[in-house]
C-alpha cells in the first residue's frame, strides 16, 4: 500500500545547496516525486504548517526561520512514505541523528536541521492539502 508524505528542503538546505542531495537520496531509496515547488512560505502558511508547536517557546524563531528564505516543498510517495523519509532524515537534533542520515550529514543545530518530513498519516494529509491543495 503506497502513501504519501510531504517533505520540505528548509531555507537552510536551499542555501547550503543540499537540494539535489536531498532528491537523490529520496529517489535512490525508491521513493517517488509526485510534486516538487521552490516558495517562500508566508507567516500565515508557516503558523499553520507549525501548528502542533504554536505553544512552544521556539515557535516564533521557528517561524521566523522557515519563512526567511526559499524552501522546495516536494509530495513523496510510495510504500510506507512517512515512515521511510523520517528513517532517511534522522532525528530532530541533528547531533543525536546518525551519520547516514540528512540531519546527520549535513547539520549541527536542531533550529536548522535541513528537512521536514511528515510524522503521521494525519499530518501528511494536513500538510500536503496545505501546500499543494491541488492534489487533494
Ligand atoms: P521534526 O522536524 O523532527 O518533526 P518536531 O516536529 O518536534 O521535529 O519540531 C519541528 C521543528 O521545530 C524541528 O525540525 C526543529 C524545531 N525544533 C524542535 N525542537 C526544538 C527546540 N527544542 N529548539 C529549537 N527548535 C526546535
Ligand atoms: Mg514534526
Not at 537520496?25 to 501548528?51: D, F, N
Request: glycine residues 10%.
Amino acid at each position: 500500500m503506497s502513501e504519501r508524505t510531504l517533505v520540505l528542503v528548509k531555507p537552510d538546505g536551499v542555501r547550503r545547496g543540499v537540494i539535489g542531495e536531498v532528491i537523490s537520496r529520496i529517489e535512490r531509496k525508491g521513493l517517488k516525486l509526485v510534486a516538487l515547488e521552490l516558495r517562500t512560505l508566508t507567516r500565515e502558511t508557516a503558523e499553520s504548517h507549525y501548528e502542533e508547536h504554536a505553544s512552544k517557546p521556539f515557535f516564533g524563531e521557528l517561524v521566523d526561520f522557515i519563512t526567511g528564505g526559499p524552501l522546495v516543498a516536494m509530495v513523496v510517495e510510495g510504500p510506507r512514505a512517512i515512515e521511510a523519509f523520517r528513517s532517511l532524515a534522522g532525528a530532530t537534533d541533528p547531533v543525536s541523528a546518525s551519520p547516514g542520515t540528512i540531519r546527520g550529514d549535513f547539520a549541527l543545530e536542531i533550529g536548522e536541521n535541513i528537512v521536514h518530513g511528515s510524522d503521521s498519516t494525519y499530518s501528511a494529509d494536513r500538510e500536503i492539502k496545505l501546500f499543494f491543495p491541488e492534489l487533494g
